[in-house]
């Protein structure tokens, strides 16, 4: 991870974080003190950001509709460092863009394209056509490889759904709308209702298609090899 300053760090969360939450104009001095941790043990600041938006969708998922979204970042904490595993475990087997070399990179390449091929393929061709471009083109450009996964993640589902019949489409909206309302109730917005969308339709084509998720299908053909 390329290092920055405490001052970045910390205010690149904290301003992340304020946003999603509406509360406050400071991190407290727990908070801060947590913030601080993460730097120390080397945690990527998009890592912090996923871990929190992770927590604030399994929040809405479990919580009673009427209760207050966590305001404190220590709630958040072991969603954090749960993505961080995931981070060091990819970057252990090549997939972040600080550890993966060419030969590494075109194993990944290879091991997502075949993954594709088989999961998207035989339903929907030309989704799987247009996902394999998205892929060999984020990776060819030399972005984070984990990062390019996941977003061509999200791409196949999107896709998916969009090339589905009204009825599925419907099936997907009623499952995703209480889970929009109550974030929206609860003064959520922008980014992080992307993401809960994205990751319902994951989710959702799974569930109802058999298709499983890029990521999760190629660390597991990765963790076969080694």
Not at 2 to 22: A, C, D, P
Not at 41 to 65: H, N, T
Request: some cysteine.
């Amino acid at each position: 991870m390329e290092k920055v300053s405490q001052h970045f760090y910390l205010g690149e969360i904290e301003e992340f974080f304020l946003s999603l939450t509406k509360k406050g104009v400071s991190l407290s001095p727990d908070d801060i003190a947590v913030v601080l941790s993460w730097q120390r043990f080397g945690v990527p600041i998009e890592c912090v950001k996923r871990g929190v938006k992770k927590g604030i969708e399994k929040f809405l998922m479990a919580s009673d509709p009427e209760a207050r979204l966590p305001t404190k970042l220590r709630y958040y904490r072991h969603f954090v460092e749960e993505e961080f595993r995931v981070f060091q475990r990819a970057k252990k087997l090549g997939l972040s863009s600080d550890s993966w070399s060419q030969d590494s990179c075109v194993d990944i390449l290879e091991i997502a394209t075949k993954a594709i091929q088989n999961n998207v393929m035989q339903k929907f061709e030309s989704v799987a056509k247009e996902a394999i471009q998205k892929l060999k083109d984020g990776i060819n450009a030399g972005h984070d490889v984990s990062l390019v996964l996941q977003e061509v993640d999200e791409f196949i589902a999107i896709r998916i759904l969009e090339a589905s019949d009204a009825k599925v489409r419907q099936r997907f909206e009623e499952a995703v709308s209480e889970k929009e309302k109550m974030a929206k109730a609860k003064g959520l917005q922008g980014s992080i209702l992307e993401s809960l969308r994205s990751g319902e339709a994951i989710r959702f084509v799974e569930k109802v298609f058999g298709i499983r998720s890029l990521c999760d299908e190629v660390l597991r053909q990765v963790k076969v090899r080694i």
